[in-house]
């Protein structure tokens, strides 16, 4: 019996140590962590840092099969986005944030509309300064899905400095 519990001593002990041991590297780990998050702050800021200040602009060549083309603006100051301006305009050069009708009938069919996605998306571009890190709006993925392409061309030619206007030839095929 004095042989079991001498056992289960030990046993305890020796757990307790190498419990004990593995804590006492938390303050090693912490400064790792922090290494490696000061290194990710530094790489975004880099990244950040090479827009190139400038007014960027994208434009769809052709009507989609609702009537509608983006327009899409991004200005760039001291290396940082500060204005995204993406709207889709129909033949009459009339923004699809303000058509009541479209609005309406987006809100119908699947809860939101131009009006109300549209600043979100910019605003979110803004805020984030990444198009990867823009949030899909439920409801109008496509619209999102392509606003976040389009936002990264964007931001590509703000790297390089490149203010010329991107003309994306968005023909539909007719079936």
Known sequence: MEIKKGFKLVSVV???TIILAACGNDDAAKDESSEVASSEV???????????????????????E?????????????????????????KDGKLKTE???????????????????TPQLNDDLVAKGDPAEVEVVTG???????????????????????TETIVVDNKVEEE
Do not use: C, R
Not at 99 to 109: H, L, R
Not at 140 to 160: G, P
């Open 14 to 16: 020796f757990a307790s």
């Open 66 to 90: 609702n009537g509608w083309k983006v327009d899409f603006t991004l200005t760039v100051k001291d290396g940082e986005i500060t204005e995204s301006n993406y709207d889709s305009l129909n």
């Open 42 to 64: 530094t790489s975004s800021e880099v990244a950040v840092e090479e827009l190139q200040d400038g007014t960027y602009k994208l434009e769809e060549k052709n009507l989609d």
């Open 99 to 117: 058509d009541e009708g479209y609005q309406a009938a987006m809100v119908e069919k699947v809860g939101t509309g131009p009006a109300d996605y």
């Open 140 to 162: 109008a993925t496509h619209s999102s899905e392509s606003f976040k392409t389009y936002a990264q061309q964007l931001v590509d030619a703000a790297k390089e400095g490149n």
